[in-house]
């Protein structure tokens, strides 16, 4: 069964400073992973998607994760933090259904904090 | 602007009512979804509806009920019988099959007990 640990509930880092959101995976496939953003009482914005095509991914407003398939990782960062930023992020596997669509494991946020 | 419509955006609940929240979508998108979510951790799977007039029982389904007449529309029913349902309901959408295809959501609607 398909499933993710992000490794931290809160992460708080200073204006400018570089981000690390950490996330380990289980998958008994080659997996497709996501990392959605979540800002409060809102929904889920993909930020980006790892589909097998290429290990380091960019993804929108700076972020980028590198797939490590010897380490079971797939870890969010980004060089530096904005104030905007501040938000709770969630690590996501697919895991298949009949059919061919698909349905979303979720980890259980890390929340971000930036602060000036 | 294509996307998908919760409403509303709070709703209160008493005891032995059922309450209906709305999704709608404009994206023709085939497939929608409904996720539980409760603070401190990830979206669970409710219900789930791939074509009209069809829907599958996700991990969470005892307590709730759905339908889906039109390809738009996909709305859930929370019952008396969820004895604890106070918390973020959030739906989505997906145009196409396959384990790469990321989901679209709405901007949720926050169930409370009065």
């Known amino acids: 069964a398909q499933s993710v640990t992000q490794l931290d509930s809160h992460v708080s880092v200073s204006e400018g400073t570089p981000v690390l959101l950490r996330c380990n995976y289980s998958?008994?496939?080659?997996?497709?992973l996501f990392w959605y953003v979540q800002h409060p009482n809102k929904g889920l914005q993909l930020l980006l998607k790892?589909?097998?095509?290429?290990?380091l991914v960019k993804g929108i407003n700076g972020f980028e994760a590198e797939f490590k398939k010897s380490e079971t990782s797939f870890h969010l960062t980004k060089p530096s933090a904005h104030m905007s930023d501040a938000a709770e992020y969630f690590c996501?596997?697919?895991?298949?259904?009949?059919?061919?669509?698909?349905?979303?494991?979720f980890g259980a946020g890390t929340r971000l904090a930036v602060h000036p | 602007d294509g996307g998908i419509t919760q409403s509303p955006k709070y709703l209160f609940r008493k005891e032995g009512q059922n309450v209906t929240l709305s999704c709608e979508q404009n994206?023709?998108?085939?497939?929608m979804y409904w996720y539980r979510q409760d603070p401190g951790q990830g979206l669970r799977l409710i219900y789930y509806?791939?074509?009209?007039?069809?829907?599958q029982k996700g991990d969470i389904a005892e307590g709730y009920s759905v339908s889906r007449e039109k390809k738009e529309s996909f709305p859930l029913t929370v019952t008396s019988a969820q004895k604890n349902p106070t918390a973020f309901y959030l739906c989505?959408?997906?145009?196409?099959?396959?384990?790469?295809?990321?989901?679209?959501f709405g901007d949720g609607t926050r169930l409370s007990i009065l």
């Open positions: 989505a959408s997906t145009s196409r099959t396959g384990l790469h295809q990321p989901q679209h």
């Open positions: 998958s008994s496939y080659s997996p497709s």
């Open positions: 790892y589909t097998s095509a290429a290990t």
């Open positions: 996501v596997v697919s895991d298949p259904l009949s059919g061919g669509y698909n349905k979303l494991i």
């Open positions: 994206l023709n998108h085939d497939a």
């Open positions: 509806s791939q074509i009209v007039n069809d829907f």
